[in-house]
């Protein structure tokens, strides 16, 4: 069985948290565009499955960054919290968390739209709908959370004034 | 390892970075396509994004990693390192990423039919295949990360 350290343990955990948050963020620019062609009640909220797997990939990868990048600050040898490519870094996680949190918020009309639609009785294709799950405000913010996550990203290889 | 990570010339920063999005990109497109194809329960629309989602998100990331892999292994001369000096993380890291790699081939073909199939009302038994594949190579590139990351001895 190979061997790993503690603090090796916690690294690789961080990275994988990392991934995760990643994972999500493709996630979702795949819903992002999925959604671009759906209309109908029916259609939006199928996509509601997948959506969940996306919010439970950024709830751990979120979490397991900052808790666990904090953790390997004060632990890891040769790495200190008050270095500037972590306080960059942690300063760029609350900024994605969120930008994360308000484009979450404006993805979430379309299914309520789509609810409301539902229990209205109407199942078919609805132009509002389709004006809701093609929004230009939730893609934006969506391309703003990619690039934060981008920079934690190379701030993290690149290391700036370590 | 932390003075090693300190100590990493620049030059090797660009690979590394290639190589990590390419995999990111790799594992989201496949944690997508698996939660589609998981919960597509019959939704034609669900299982055509859970295979496109393997292949035009998975696949360009499996190519980039490979890449950003072979790059950075170049630039640190672990091809002139002779094979029982090899560490067993970049072991683990190759293995899994050239199987791992053969899996996601193999699931863009049968997916690939089984979307051919569907169309043509001929039952999704492929798709199913697709997801079960699509799914152990996510678990089998976690795996991959937790060596990359965590550099067991």
Known sequence: ?162 | MSVVAVIRPDSWNFPLFLHVLGAMILVGGLLTGVAALATAKGSERLLRLGYWSLLAVSLPGWILMRIGAQWIATKEHWDDVPDDLIPAWLNIGFLIADIGGLVLLLSLILGGVGVYRMREGKGVGLLKATLVLSFIALAAYVVAVWAMAGKPD
């Open chain 1, 1 to 162: 069985m190979p061997r790993v350290s503690f603090d090796d343990w916690m690294l690789a955990l961080h990275v994988l948290a990392a991934f995760s948050y990643v994972a999500a963020v493709t996630l979702f620019w795949i819903l992002i565009v999925a959604g671009r062609r759906i209309d109908t009640p029916e259609g939006t909220l199928r996509l509601g499955g997948v959506a969940r797997v996306g919010n439970a990939a950024v709830g751990i990868g979120a979490v397991g960054t900052i808790v666990l990048g904090i953790w390997l600050a004060f632990s890891y040898g040769g790495y200190d919290i008050w270095d500037a490519w972590i306080l960059i870094a942690i300063v760029l996680w609350f900024l994605a968390a969120g930008v994360g949190r308000r484009t979450g918020e404006v993805f979430l009309e379309g299914p309520k739209k789509a609810q409301e639609l539902e229990a209205a009785g109407q199942t078919g294709p609805n132009a509002e709908l389709l004006a809701i799950n093609r929004t230009q405000r939730g893609v934006q913010l969506h391309v703003l959370s990619t690039i934060i996550l981008l920079l934690i990203l190379i701030d993290m290889i690149w290391k700036p004034w370590a």
